[in-house]
């Protein structure tokens, strides 16, 4: 009984240095990277509101209904959105981007629509294609900045506001997120923001911001390694 009680303070411990770990960081001229990059900006803004993770989006059609938080009688193009205190990853993403000025509503469709080819002739819908992760991925490999995957220290090529796409344990789903401007410190790894379907002990079912840029970390061990398969930053940024 002593030992068992000796091993969960010693994770206690461990758990809090590692939270304790946790840095922020700042622009060459001392500025918070949330203040100078609106991709980052417009996804701390889902992590304030902790946007809750809807399962059922991944099987049910969700109507864009809503524009800037109000619902409208009609499906909403462009500017549409599913209801904003709820999402899946990709949403959080869409948000983020709409915060630097990036409709990816209209400019997913338009893009289907004209090069068809691009997306194995898949036929366009301008109320969800944005949303889904794969149609992102080509998407943002045509038009953003696409950047090394590798994801080994010292990580200087991951930026805040980039977006990581990844494949994980899922047989059906790829996941996507937008790079934090806080770090492990011991690591000097970035922290990512995400919103992931809630599992007890791993991810809460809200948008959040975690260790989860190689796979699922606990007491600084990855216990779960995902594959990145996607980096990409806005094309007019530095």
């Not at 009680?5 to 500025?31: C, N």
């Not at 900045?145 to 899922?170: C, F, K, M, N």
């Not at 995400?194 to 600084?220: K, M, S, W, Y």
Request: charged letters at 25%; one cysteine or more.
């Amino acid at each position: 009984m002593i030992r068992r009680l000796g091993w969960v303070l010693l994770l206690m411990v461990t758990a809090a240095l590692v939270a304790g770990r946790m840095g922020e960081w700042s622009m060459p001229d001392g500025r918070s990277a949330a203040a100078c990059h609106p991709v980052l900006a417009g996804a701390r803004l889902e992590l304030q509101k902790r946007t809750r993770y809807n399962r059922r989006m991944l099987d049910v059609y969700f109507p864009p209904v809503y524009r800037d938080g109000r619902r409208q009688p009609h499906a909403v193009y462009p500017n549409g959105d599913v209801r904003p205190d709820q999402g899946i990853c990709a949403d959080l993403v869409v948000r983020a981007l709409r915060h630097a000025g990036v409709d990816l509503q209209a400019a997913v469709y338009r893009d289907i629509r004209d090069h068809p080819g691009a997306y194995d002739r898949h036929p366009p819908d301008r109320f969800i294609d944005h949303r889904r992760v794969w149609i992102l991925l080509r998407y943002f490999r045509r038009h953003f900045r696409q950047l090394s995957v590798d994801a080994h220290r010292p990580y200087g090529g991951w930026q805040a506001g980039d977006i990581v796409v990844w494949r994980t344990r899922s047989t059906s789903h790829l996941h996507i997120g937008v790079i934090s401007d806080r770090k492990v410190s011991f690591s000097g790894r970035p922290l990512v923001i995400h919103n992931a379907p809630r599992v007890p002990l791993v991810f809460p079912g809200h948008t959040t911001e975690q260790d989860v840029l190689t796979g699922i970390v606990r007491l600084g061990i990855r216990v779960h390694r995902w594959t990145i398969i996607g980096h990409f930053r806005l094309p007019q940024a530095a």
